[in-house]
């Protein structure tokens, strides 16, 4: 059956929709790891219109204040509330410098019904003039720091409300890399784009990334910005970043929310600095909230700079739930790292009940292959890390790539196979390079690649030898076994050995600890996108599980739409 290779290439992509709205509907069971306030306030609330006055007093929806500006300026306490108007855009970037406590955040959210209110870190171009080359259109307005050491793309917003990326080229005088629609470039302050016609009434607007950030954390010096919640307000365009929590990352920092938002078209296509979310809290909590077309990474908790003097890093319950990550360049989802430092400490992570989903990608441009979720330790200590109930889609590259640490439970989850654009080795659905333990049970694992040189690996391990705390009850199959395509590798004393799906009797005869209660590999059975990859009543993945227990989870474990797991439990995100 050729359930994911001719599926994925004509169906998938085109049913996203459909699945992205069972997402968000999932009710807590209440939290016994860390401390998550509901977005209810106990202080004062503070309006923020396009529409306001910074005269106004900006405490009622009636008097609303205009800037964010003029916000920037003043000072709030714990409890208080910053509530923007649904379907505004504001142009600046908002600089956070109070803190919350424990018992009162700082919220950040909106008010009014509509679409979210959105912060841009982008201007407008919306008046071309014709140049000599044919083809080739001039900015009216200048822009300024367009292209820094890290660098940035413009973004077209078409007239249906899409936005695609622009492709930038090296300026020359007679524009001779102009030839394609979307590329662009830039001198003296003026853009220079390629389009087939006037730029004002082929797009909605062409947006220039202006600012580094959408919103930023202005830290004090030796401490940081704590107990604060985002909800509701979405980031886009920003140069290097939607959200950056701010420099040092000291020891201390705790307590940042992110609720029911979108983070998207930020930074460049692999850009080194292109982040959604740039955080390094404790008790951090990202909950149904909308990823896509972060340059690098989705959220970025990486511990890369050097400690202040004195001063030890330890990050703690990191909650990530309910949200859906698309189209990425580097990481499309979570990328954590503690190196290159070390003595810093990130553990208790939770990532579960999310989808991350690569299909859209094209594979047009250099940068686009993307690890769907990423980790790694370095000299620094990552420990107990949990990845369950969520689903993968054609990842770009790994679909879970896990580099040193200690502690990873992966359970349950749907790995479903690679982009059918790519071009290069995924290596593996799932990479295990130096990790020290890990537990893997009940996931399906799915090989869709077509039939070509490209090697991938189910579970692949290398560079040192894995031990596997449980591995068991998983359900694997190969569009086309054979031997470039293993449903594993595993290292030992320096080899890798080797099994395709067509090798699983030997497979348990020379590993008798693992995958004995596994069914044999076989295609999945699951419903289409649009039903959200259930299992069918005859699917080997019913009732193939093994219920997992005994473990401190934030909440009851439960499958990807936050049903209760079956008694013994289906193999996959997806209940019967």
Known sequence: MKFLGLFYLSILWLCISNLSCTLGSHD??????????????TGNAFYISNEGDDLNDGRSADSPWRT??????????????????????FRETLRVKNSGNA????????????????????????????????????????????????????????????????????????????????SWTWNDDRVYIYSPENPSSRYSSVEIPQRSACIQLENPQGSSINYIEF????????????FFAGYPAEQGATGQIFRNLTVAYIGEKGGNNSYGLAVWHSDLLVENCSFSDCGRRAISMNLYLDRPSGSKRHIQNVVIRDNQFRRGYHTTSLDLSCQPTSGDIIENVYFYRNLVDDSEVQMTGKDETSNQIFFQQGDSTLDNIYIYSNVFVQATARNILLEEGDRYYIWNN???????????????????????????????FYDSLQNNSLENNAVLGYNSDTQYMERDYNLYYSFYPKLDRNFTAIYSAGVNSYYTTEDWQEFLEDFPTMEQHSPAPEEPGLESYTQGFRPKQDSAAREAGV????????EAMTDFYGNAMNTPPDIGAVQF
């Open 68 to 89: 964010i500006d003029h916000i920037n300026d003043q000072s709030f306490s714990p409890g208080d509330a910053l509530l923007f108007r649904a379907g505004d855009i």
């Open 547 to 554: 219920l997992i227990s005994g473990f401190d989870l934030p």
């Open 231 to 242: 909800n509701g307000i979405d980031m886009y365009f920003g140069k290097n970043k939607g």
């Open 103 to 182: 018992s009162n955040y700082i919220h950040y959210s909106r008010y009014g019904s509509g679409e979210n209110p959105r912060i841009l870190g982008s201007d407008q171009a919306l008046t071309w003039t014709a140049t000599e080359q044919s083809g080739v259109w001039q900015s009216q307005k200048t822009f300024e720091n367009i292209i820094e050491y890290y660098g940035s793309e413009i973004f077209f917003e078409e007239l249906d409300g899409s936005i695609s990326w622009g492709e930038s080229q090296e300026y020359d005088s007679g524009f001779s890399r102009l030839n394609q629609e979307y």
């Open 414 to 444: 749907s790995i479903l196979g690679h982009n059918p654009h790519i071009t290069t080795n995924p290596w593996g659905n799932l990479g295990l390079g130096n990790a020290a333990r890990v537990d893997i049970r009940n996931n399906i």
């Open 28 to 41: 807590s069971m209440g939290y016994e790891i860390g401390e998550f306030p509901s977005s209810s306030y």
